[in-house]
């Protein structure tokens, strides 16, 4: 199994949240949360990063994760792209994960993976705010076209329906949130330990 993880430049992650945290803060914080979400995918499979930034990609070798340089124009051409490459290397499925998961566990993939299982598949795991989607499990690669961005979650179950298939539609704390606004910092606060350790390099 590969988990595919692709990441903005540092600079310009989290923007969302200049009204709460500095650039430099931003910066951190999108350091802690990669990190961390590639820690995690390692122990369930192998993890490639793609991203256009040098610096992210550095950190994704060091952690121990396949390093791509992005040549699209999108995020959804850079999965295009980071597919590809997952299939080049034998790869039959993959697992789509924002850097972003502040409560994610090894657990929640497992479970994503195991009800990925039968062939074909696709398993949907939305954000909390059921817009968009925090994983994308495909079995095999290929089977649907990606359609992050605005209302992907509903987007990807139309894609699946489309095909003649219903999507396992995976619902979990551990994967719903994501931090992209000044209350998600709030939830993730309340919900996990983990916020401490962050706040603690910041």
């Known amino acids: ?92 499925s993959a697992l789509i994960l924002p850097t972003d998961l502040p409560l994610l566990q090894p657990s929640t ?12 598949s696709v398993v949907i795991a939305p954000c909390q705010r059921r817009d968009g989607t925090n994983g994308l499990l495909l079995h095999p690669l290929g089977l649907i076209d990606f359609a992050f961005g605005l209302n992907s979650f509903q987007k990807h179950q139309q894609a699946v329906q489309s095909i003649g298939l219903q999507p396992i539609i995976y619902n979990s704390p551990a994967i719903a949130l994501d931090i992209d606004l000044p209350t998600d910092l709030a939830d993730w606060q309340k919900g996990d330990g983990s916020f401490s350790d962050c706040l603690s390099i910041l």
Do not use: C, H
Request: glycine share 4%; proline share 5%.
């Open 1 to 92: 199994m590969f988990s595919i993880i692709p990441a903005k430049p540092f600079l310009e992650a989290k923007s969302r949240l200049a009204a709460v945290l500095s650039p430099e803060q931003r910066l951190v914080l999108s350091r802690y949360l990669l990190q961390r979400t590639i820690s995690i995918a390692r122990q369930v499979g192998e993890v490639v990063v793609i991203s256009r930034d040098s610096q992210v990609r550095r950190l994704a070798k060091q952690a121990g994760a396949y390093a791509l340089v992005e040549t699209a124009s999108d995020l959804n051409q850079a999965l295009r792209q980071a597919s590809a490459w997952v299939t080049a290397m034998g790869g039959t």
């Open 109 to 120: 993939l497992q479970e994503i993976i195991e009800l990925g299982q039968p062939n074909p």
